[in-house]
């Protein structure tokens, strides 16, 4: 892990110091306050215990995330996970017992009857274990050097519900790995989307953010995010990222 990201690190006690400001904060409101939400659980899993260590700190030092446990390989978050039931996992991929990989379809693959929203950070960009993952249910993807506030905006996107996909790294992940992902047949129209949704739909398979689709089709921010959530709910799909992978896999995008 680089400086960038231990860079925000505080020194001994902030973490406790930052569970009193929740407390302390709570306490202040006054009975027409509206109720707080309650802080974004999170358990860290990474089998180097100094990432590990820095992670916890930094998560646990904002006053809506909470660290609610630390492990050091893919079983024993697959253990914490279920028995600690937290809305984020952040996971490293290449752990011993059992990988990253394999923890995530454990946790959040098809078939799991309560997933868990998994965020992957991992030390090697466009790794080929980053794609399995993504392919496993994983709903992120972060390096482990990207800056600290990379890192929470993360965790908070992806407890929100949302896929957490650096457009550069879609088109650099998905053009690796097209060949691997694209159907042997002719593709097919998915007739299921209209003309605009398709196009929508290819411009996301190409990495673009919601703003550059705007910019691309000259139509605003929020009719894009309409469009998007029309795609995913029409094709069965729970994000961005698989939305990417099923462009490809049916041939919308070559």
């Not at 407890?159 to 097209?178: C, I, K, N």
Request: aromatic share 4%; charged share 20%; net charge neutral.
């Amino acid at each position: 892990m680089s400086g960038g990201m231990l860079a925000g690190r505080p020194g001994d006690g902030t973490a406790g110091a930052a569970q009193a400001s929740r407390t302390g904060s709570a306490n202040l409101a006054t009975p027409g306050d509206a109720t707080p939400n309650p802080p974004v659980r999170v358990l860290v899993c990474d089998d180097q215990a100094l990432i590990r260590t820095g992670f916890a700190t930094i998560i646990d030092a904002q006053p809506d995330l909470e660290v609610v446990g630390e492990c050091a390989d893919g079983r024993a978050a697959v253990d914490h996970a279920r028995r600690l039931e937290p809305d984020v996992v952040v996971m490293d991929v290449r752990m011993p017992v059992l990988d990253g990989i394999e923890a995530t379809r454990l946790l959040a693959g098809a078939g799991v009857e309560r997933p868990v929203k998994v965020l992957v950070v991992t030390t090697f960009n466009l790794d080929e274990y980053v794609y399995e993952a993504l392919r496993a249910g994983a709903s992120g993807f972060l390096l482990k050097d990207a800056p600290a506030g990379q890192l929470l905006a993360g965790i908070r996107t992806v407890a929100s519900g949302a896929a957490l996909l650096a457009p550069e790294v879609t088109r650099q992940l998905v053009g690796r790995y097209a060949a691997r992902i694209r159907p042997a047949e002719a593709p097919t129209a998915d007739t299921a989307l209209t003309p605009r949704e398709l196009e929508v739909l290819r411009l996301i398979a190409d990495g673009r953010s919601n703003s550059e689709i705007a910019a691309t089709l000259v139509i605003s921010q929020e009719t894009v995010k309409t469009y998007v959530s029309r795609i995913l709910a029409k094709l069965n799909l729970r994000d961005r990222v698989q939305a990417v992978v099923h462009a490809y896999r049916t041939g919308l995008v070559t």
